[in-house]
């Protein structure tokens, strides 16, 4: 059975930091594209950031530019978002998600993440607050 399970979310005071896990079970990580998603309630789902299956290409949503990073080690079978200055409005359930498409680097080198992944976790709540 495919899965994905995200995990390291929680409760961090603004300006804290956090580090969320998406390790995949059932099938090999580094045959897949990762995106990173968060909904917060009453919004809709939104990317954060994504990443190629080598890892050589990555983007992120501008709200998260220069404060996140995502990254992989296919041999851990895992994808990571590390989440540093953090702010009340990134507040939201974070989800990962894989798909199996792949694109050239000039596809992320341009700015663009998957429209579509086929794989998605159950996510992870993240809650900043003092």
């Known amino acids: 059975q495919l899965q994905l399970v995200e995990s390291g979310g929680g409760l961090v005071q603004p300006g804290g930091s956090l580090r969320l896990s998406c390790v995949a079970s059932?099938?090999?990580?580094?045959?897949?594209?990762i995106g990173w998603f968060r909904q917060a309630p009453g919004k809709e789902r939104e990317g954060v950031s994504c990443i190629s299956q080598s890892g050589d290409g990555t983007n992120y949503a501008d709200s998260v530019k220069g404060r996140f990073t995502i990254s992989r080690d296919n041999a851990r079978n895992t994808v990571y978002l590390q989440m540093n200055s953090l702010k009340p409005e990134d507040t939201a359930v974070y989800y990962c998600?894989?798909?199996?498409?792949?694109?050239?680097?000039?596809?992320?080198?341009?700015?663009?993440?998957?429209?579509?992944?086929?794989?998605w976790g159950q996510g992870t709540q993240v809650t900043v607050s003092s």
């Open positions: 998600a894989a798909d199996a498409t792949t694109q050239p680097f000039t596809f992320y080198s341009s700015g663009h993440c998957l429209d579509e992944y086929d794989y």
């Open positions: 059932g099938f090999t990580l580094e045959h897949f594209a």
